[in-house]
Protein backbone atom coordinates (compact mmCIF):
# COMPACT_ATOMS: atom_id res chain seq x y z
CA UNK A 1 0.00 0.00 0.00
CA UNK A 2 2.87 2.66 0.78
CA UNK A 3 4.58 2.05 -2.18
CA UNK A 4 1.24 1.85 -4.44
CA UNK A 5 1.06 5.43 -2.45
CA UNK A 6 4.57 6.70 -2.96
CA UNK A 7 4.39 5.67 -6.68
CA UNK A 8 1.20 7.87 -7.64
CA UNK A 9 2.83 11.14 -5.50
CA UNK A 10 5.73 10.25 -7.71
CA UNK A 11 4.26 10.24 -10.87
CA UNK A 12 1.97 13.11 -9.74
CA UNK A 13 4.88 15.59 -8.83
CA UNK A 14 6.71 14.56 -12.27
CA UNK A 15 3.87 15.35 -14.36
CA UNK A 16 3.11 18.71 -12.64
CA UNK A 17 7.01 19.42 -12.83
CA UNK A 18 6.52 19.02 -16.93
CA UNK A 19 3.85 21.14 -16.94
CA UNK A 20 5.31 23.87 -14.88
CA UNK A 21 8.69 23.27 -17.17
CA UNK A 22 6.39 23.88 -19.89
CA UNK A 23 4.31 27.06 -18.67
CA UNK A 24 8.00 28.38 -17.79
CA UNK A 25 8.65 28.62 -21.19
CA UNK A 26 5.73 29.41 -22.69
CA UNK A 27 4.25 32.07 -20.68
CA UNK A 28 5.42 35.99 -20.36
CA UNK A 29 5.68 38.55 -22.39
CA UNK A 30 6.07 36.56 -25.79
CA UNK A 31 3.65 34.05 -25.65
CA UNK A 32 4.93 30.59 -26.96
CA UNK A 33 2.68 27.47 -27.35
CA UNK A 34 3.10 23.96 -26.63
CA UNK A 35 3.31 23.07 -29.87
CA UNK A 36 5.82 25.95 -30.79
CA UNK A 37 7.61 25.13 -28.06
CA UNK A 38 8.49 21.60 -29.63
CA UNK A 39 8.50 22.66 -32.87
CA UNK A 40 11.55 25.11 -32.01
CA UNK A 41 13.69 22.25 -30.24
CA UNK A 42 13.06 19.72 -32.76
CA UNK A 43 13.71 22.00 -35.01
CA UNK A 44 17.32 22.55 -33.10
CA UNK A 45 18.06 19.38 -34.04
CA UNK A 46 17.50 19.48 -37.87
CA UNK A 47 14.18 17.22 -38.39
CA UNK A 48 11.56 18.66 -40.36
CA UNK A 49 8.34 20.41 -38.48
CA UNK A 50 5.12 22.57 -39.96
CA UNK A 51 4.46 24.35 -36.92
CA UNK A 52 5.16 27.74 -37.27
CA UNK A 53 7.02 29.87 -34.94
CA UNK A 54 8.66 33.60 -35.24
CA UNK A 55 12.21 34.28 -34.68
CA UNK A 56 11.37 36.28 -31.88
CA UNK A 57 9.53 33.25 -30.00
CA UNK A 58 12.48 31.20 -31.03
CA UNK A 59 14.88 33.69 -29.75
CA UNK A 60 12.98 33.96 -26.48
CA UNK A 61 12.35 30.42 -26.00
CA UNK A 62 16.58 29.84 -26.69
CA UNK A 63 18.24 32.40 -25.37
CA UNK A 64 16.04 33.11 -22.53
CA UNK A 65 13.47 31.23 -21.05
CA UNK A 66 14.72 27.51 -21.57
CA UNK A 67 18.41 28.62 -19.29
CA UNK A 68 16.00 29.90 -16.94
CA UNK A 69 13.53 27.42 -16.49
CA UNK A 70 16.82 25.20 -16.38
CA UNK A 71 18.19 26.95 -13.76
CA UNK A 72 15.24 26.79 -11.98
CA UNK A 73 15.26 22.86 -11.82
CA UNK A 74 19.14 22.45 -11.25
CA UNK A 75 18.77 25.16 -7.72
CA UNK A 76 15.65 24.05 -6.62
CA UNK A 77 16.16 20.50 -6.47
CA UNK A 78 19.58 20.63 -5.23
CA UNK A 79 18.62 22.92 -2.37
CA UNK A 80 15.44 20.91 -1.64
CA UNK A 81 17.82 18.01 -1.09
CA UNK A 82 20.47 19.50 0.54
CA UNK A 83 18.05 20.54 3.20
CA UNK A 84 16.65 17.21 3.29
CA UNK A 85 19.66 16.02 4.48
CA UNK A 86 20.76 18.45 6.78
CA UNK A 87 17.25 17.68 8.31
CA UNK A 88 18.31 14.28 8.69
CA UNK A 89 21.60 14.55 9.41
CA UNK A 90 21.18 17.23 12.54
CA UNK A 91 17.37 15.65 13.68
CA UNK A 92 15.83 18.80 13.62
CA UNK A 93 13.02 19.31 11.34
CA UNK A 94 13.85 23.13 11.24
CA UNK A 95 17.02 22.84 9.41
CA UNK A 96 18.68 23.85 6.31
CA UNK A 97 22.14 24.80 4.93
CA UNK A 98 21.13 28.58 6.13
CA UNK A 99 21.43 27.28 9.54
CA UNK A 100 25.04 26.61 9.63
CA UNK A 101 26.02 29.97 8.10
CA UNK A 102 26.30 28.81 4.77
CA UNK A 103 24.55 31.16 2.65
CA UNK A 104 24.96 33.91 5.10
CA UNK A 105 29.12 33.47 3.93
CA UNK A 106 28.05 33.34 0.65
CA UNK A 107 25.98 36.41 0.69
CA UNK A 108 28.61 38.05 2.88
CA UNK A 109 31.62 37.55 0.17
CA UNK A 110 28.87 38.86 -2.43
CA UNK A 111 28.25 41.92 -1.23
CA UNK A 112 31.68 42.90 -0.28
CA UNK A 113 33.29 42.26 -3.51
CA UNK A 114 29.63 43.79 -4.93
CA UNK A 115 30.57 47.48 -2.72
CA UNK A 116 34.69 46.92 -2.65
CA UNK A 117 34.37 46.43 -6.71
CA UNK A 118 35.27 42.91 -7.69
CA UNK A 119 38.82 44.53 -9.49
CA UNK A 120 39.93 44.63 -6.36
CA UNK A 121 40.70 41.02 -6.42
CA UNK A 122 43.07 40.64 -9.07
CA UNK A 123 43.91 37.61 -8.89
CA UNK A 124 40.47 36.12 -8.79
CA UNK A 125 39.46 38.54 -11.76
CA UNK A 126 41.91 37.31 -13.84
CA UNK A 127 40.89 33.94 -13.61
CA UNK A 128 37.45 33.90 -13.55
CA UNK A 129 36.40 36.88 -15.38
CA UNK A 130 33.29 37.82 -16.16
CA UNK A 131 31.89 34.88 -13.47
CA UNK A 132 34.51 36.83 -10.62
CA UNK A 133 31.27 37.71 -8.44
CA UNK A 134 29.98 34.14 -8.75
CA UNK A 135 33.24 32.41 -7.91
CA UNK A 136 33.26 34.82 -4.74
CA UNK A 137 30.22 34.19 -3.69
CA UNK A 138 30.95 30.58 -4.00
CA UNK A 139 34.33 30.66 -2.18
CA UNK A 140 32.40 32.61 0.55
CA UNK A 141 30.22 29.51 0.99
CA UNK A 142 33.11 27.05 1.22
CA UNK A 143 34.81 29.22 3.76
CA UNK A 144 32.18 28.89 5.43
CA UNK A 145 31.30 25.56 5.68
CA UNK A 146 35.07 24.42 6.19
CA UNK A 147 35.08 27.01 9.02
CA UNK A 148 32.05 25.49 10.79
CA UNK A 149 33.45 22.28 10.26
CA UNK A 150 36.76 23.07 11.96
CA UNK A 151 35.05 24.84 14.70
CA UNK A 152 32.57 21.95 15.60
CA UNK A 153 35.92 19.31 15.17
CA UNK A 154 36.87 17.80 18.90
CA UNK A 155 38.90 15.08 19.76
CA UNK A 156 38.83 13.94 15.93
CA UNK A 157 34.90 13.67 16.20
CA UNK A 158 32.31 16.13 15.41
CA UNK A 159 29.94 17.32 17.35
CA UNK A 160 26.89 18.59 16.01
CA UNK A 161 25.25 20.69 18.67
CA UNK A 162 28.68 22.65 18.01
CA UNK A 163 28.22 23.07 14.67
CA UNK A 164 24.56 24.19 15.54
CA UNK A 165 26.10 27.07 17.80
CA UNK A 166 28.68 27.94 15.49
CA UNK A 167 26.67 27.94 12.55
CA UNK A 168 24.54 30.36 14.98
CA UNK A 169 27.71 32.78 15.37
CA UNK A 170 28.84 32.56 11.29
CA UNK A 171 25.22 33.92 10.66
CA UNK A 172 25.53 36.60 13.11
CA UNK A 173 28.93 37.98 11.95
CA UNK A 174 28.58 37.27 8.30
CA UNK A 175 25.16 39.42 9.13
CA UNK A 176 26.91 42.45 10.50
CA UNK A 177 29.45 42.22 7.94
CA UNK A 178 26.87 41.73 5.25
CA UNK A 179 25.27 45.26 6.97
CA UNK A 180 28.21 46.98 7.36
CA UNK A 181 29.04 47.04 3.45
CA UNK A 182 25.77 47.84 2.73
CA UNK A 183 25.66 51.10 4.67
CA UNK A 184 29.08 51.86 2.90
CA UNK A 185 27.66 51.67 -0.39
CA UNK A 186 26.55 53.97 -2.79
CA UNK A 187 22.83 53.80 -4.95
CA UNK A 188 23.77 52.15 -7.45
CA UNK A 189 25.53 49.27 -5.15
CA UNK A 190 22.58 49.80 -2.89
CA UNK A 191 20.21 48.59 -5.89
CA UNK A 192 22.40 45.57 -7.02
CA UNK A 193 22.64 44.24 -3.36
CA UNK A 194 18.82 44.40 -2.81
CA UNK A 195 17.94 42.88 -5.85
CA UNK A 196 21.00 40.20 -5.55
CA UNK A 197 19.64 39.43 -1.57
CA UNK A 198 15.92 38.82 -2.30
CA UNK A 199 17.17 36.88 -5.32
CA UNK A 200 16.46 36.19 -9.12
CA UNK A 201 17.04 33.90 -12.05
CA UNK A 202 16.65 37.30 -14.40
CA UNK A 203 20.01 36.75 -15.28
CA UNK A 204 19.77 33.37 -16.13
CA UNK A 205 22.15 32.46 -19.43
CA UNK A 206 23.55 28.82 -20.41
CA UNK A 207 26.95 29.80 -19.03
CA UNK A 208 25.31 30.24 -15.66
CA UNK A 209 23.56 26.94 -16.82
CA UNK A 210 26.22 25.19 -17.39
CA UNK A 211 28.77 27.02 -14.97
CA UNK A 212 26.62 25.60 -11.89
CA UNK A 213 25.75 22.34 -13.21
CA UNK A 214 28.06 19.83 -11.17
CA UNK A 215 27.70 21.66 -8.27
CA UNK A 216 23.59 21.25 -7.92
CA UNK A 217 23.74 17.76 -9.75
CA UNK A 218 26.52 16.10 -7.54
CA UNK A 219 24.33 16.33 -4.13
CA UNK A 220 20.81 15.31 -6.62
CA UNK A 221 22.89 12.51 -7.24
CA UNK A 222 25.48 11.42 -4.56
CA UNK A 223 22.74 12.24 -1.37
CA UNK A 224 20.40 9.58 -1.94
CA UNK A 225 23.05 6.99 -1.64
CA UNK A 226 23.11 8.33 2.38
CA UNK A 227 19.64 7.59 2.97
CA UNK A 228 20.57 4.24 5.29
CA UNK A 229 23.09 6.35 7.30
CA UNK A 230 20.52 8.89 7.87
CA UNK A 231 17.61 6.67 8.79
CA UNK A 232 20.47 5.14 11.22
CA UNK A 233 21.33 8.94 12.46
CA UNK A 234 17.50 9.18 13.15
CA UNK A 235 18.33 6.80 16.16
CA UNK A 236 20.90 9.02 17.59
CA UNK A 237 24.50 9.55 15.99
CA UNK A 238 25.65 6.57 18.72
CA UNK A 239 23.39 4.64 17.58
CA UNK A 240 23.78 4.85 14.00
CA UNK A 241 27.88 4.08 14.73
CA UNK A 242 27.02 1.06 16.54
CA UNK A 243 25.06 0.00 13.37
CA UNK A 244 27.76 0.36 11.24
CA UNK A 245 27.72 4.10 9.90
CA UNK A 246 30.71 5.67 9.80
CA UNK A 247 29.49 8.99 11.09
CA UNK A 248 32.26 11.45 10.35
CA UNK A 249 32.35 10.58 6.98
CA UNK A 250 28.70 10.96 6.17
CA UNK A 251 28.72 15.07 7.87
CA UNK A 252 31.83 15.40 6.31
CA UNK A 253 29.98 14.32 2.81
CA UNK A 254 26.60 16.21 3.32
CA UNK A 255 27.90 19.43 4.48
CA UNK A 256 30.58 19.53 1.64
CA UNK A 257 27.62 18.82 -0.07
CA UNK A 258 25.41 21.06 1.41
CA UNK A 259 28.78 24.30 0.67
CA UNK A 260 28.77 22.90 -2.96
CA UNK A 261 24.82 23.69 -4.22
CA UNK A 262 24.37 26.41 -2.18
CA UNK A 263 27.21 28.44 -3.19
CA UNK A 264 26.73 27.66 -6.82
CA UNK A 265 22.79 28.61 -6.13
CA UNK A 266 23.71 32.01 -4.67
CA UNK A 267 26.46 32.87 -6.88
CA UNK A 268 24.08 33.01 -10.04
CA UNK A 269 20.62 33.82 -8.64
CA UNK A 270 21.39 35.22 -5.06
CA UNK A 271 19.54 34.48 -1.23
CA UNK A 272 16.25 32.20 -2.32
CA UNK A 273 15.03 30.97 1.14
CA UNK A 274 12.89 28.30 2.33
CA UNK A 275 13.06 25.96 -0.51
CA UNK A 276 15.73 23.65 1.54
CA UNK A 277 13.35 24.07 4.71
CA UNK A 278 9.58 24.12 3.17
CA UNK A 279 10.26 21.15 0.07
CA UNK A 280 11.72 17.83 3.42
CA UNK A 281 8.43 18.62 5.25
CA UNK A 282 5.86 18.46 2.24
CA UNK A 283 7.24 15.18 1.26
CA UNK A 284 7.57 14.04 4.84
CA UNK A 285 3.99 15.18 5.20
CA UNK A 286 2.96 12.73 2.10
CA UNK A 287 4.88 10.02 2.52
CA UNK A 288 6.55 9.71 6.03
CA UNK A 289 10.24 9.92 7.15
CA UNK A 290 11.87 7.46 5.41
CA UNK A 291 15.40 8.92 3.55
CA UNK A 292 14.79 6.59 1.12
CA UNK A 293 12.22 7.79 -0.28
CA UNK A 294 12.66 11.32 1.13
CA UNK A 295 15.64 12.04 -0.91
CA UNK A 296 14.39 11.26 -4.05
CA UNK A 297 11.40 13.05 -4.17
CA UNK A 298 12.60 16.13 -3.01
CA UNK A 299 14.36 17.43 -5.60
CA UNK A 300 11.71 16.61 -7.62
CA UNK A 301 9.03 19.18 -5.86
CA UNK A 302 12.15 21.31 -5.20
CA UNK A 303 12.46 21.69 -8.92
CA UNK A 304 7.89 22.46 -9.30
CA UNK A 305 8.48 24.95 -6.54
CA UNK A 306 10.97 26.97 -7.68
CA UNK A 307 9.95 26.91 -11.08
CA UNK A 308 6.42 27.75 -10.37
CA UNK A 309 8.14 30.27 -8.00
CA UNK A 310 9.81 32.05 -10.98
CA UNK A 311 7.04 31.89 -12.92
CA UNK A 312 4.53 33.95 -10.77
CA UNK A 313 7.90 36.59 -10.31
CA UNK A 314 7.66 36.88 -14.34
CA UNK A 315 4.39 37.29 -14.72
CA UNK A 316 2.55 38.60 -11.81
CA UNK A 317 3.06 42.41 -12.86
CA UNK A 318 4.05 42.17 -16.39
CA UNK A 319 6.37 43.65 -17.81
CA UNK A 320 7.73 44.36 -13.84
CA UNK A 321 9.39 41.19 -12.63
CA UNK A 322 9.45 40.45 -8.51
CA UNK A 323 12.25 39.06 -7.49
CA UNK A 324 11.83 35.09 -6.49
CA UNK A 325 12.94 34.84 -3.03
CA UNK A 326 9.74 37.49 -2.44
CA UNK A 327 7.65 34.37 -3.49
CA UNK A 328 9.03 31.87 -1.89
CA UNK A 329 9.18 33.51 1.25
CA UNK A 330 5.55 34.66 0.85
CA UNK A 331 4.63 30.20 0.51
CA UNK A 332 7.27 29.41 3.12
CA UNK A 333 7.23 31.94 6.25
CA UNK A 334 3.47 30.60 6.81
CA UNK A 335 4.62 27.21 6.44
CA UNK A 336 7.83 27.48 9.14
CA UNK A 337 5.26 29.11 11.66
CA UNK A 338 2.68 26.57 11.12
CA UNK A 339 5.84 23.79 11.83
CA UNK A 340 6.67 25.97 14.81
CA UNK A 341 3.36 25.78 16.44
CA UNK A 342 3.05 22.61 15.23
CA UNK A 343 6.04 21.65 17.47
CA UNK A 344 5.21 23.87 20.27
CA UNK A 345 1.54 21.71 20.73
CA UNK A 346 3.59 18.31 20.01
CA UNK A 347 5.98 19.57 23.39
CA UNK A 348 2.93 20.64 25.52
CA UNK A 349 1.14 17.20 24.75
CA UNK A 350 4.34 15.41 26.17
Known sequence: MQSTKIRAITISISCLLIVSVVMGMGMGAVSISPLQIMAILVGKTSMNTSIQYSDVQESVLVAIRL???????????????????????FRNPLADPSLIGISSGASFAAVAAIVLGI?????????????????VTFLGALITAVLVYRLSQSGGKTIITTMLLAGIAINSLAGAGTGLFTYAANDAQLRSITFWMLGSLGGATWSSVLGILPFTLL????????AKALNAFSLGEANAAHLGTNTERVKIIIVLLAALCVGASVAVAGII?????VVPHIIRLSIG?????????????????LVSADLAARTLFIPSELPIGIITSLIGAPFFLYMVVKELKTQKNF
Open 219 to 226: PVFVLPHF
Open 289 to 305: PDNRYLLLLTPILGALL
Open 119 to 135: NSVGIITSVAGTYALSF
Open 273 to 277: GFVGL
Open 67 to 89: PRVLLAVLIGSSLAISGAAMQGL
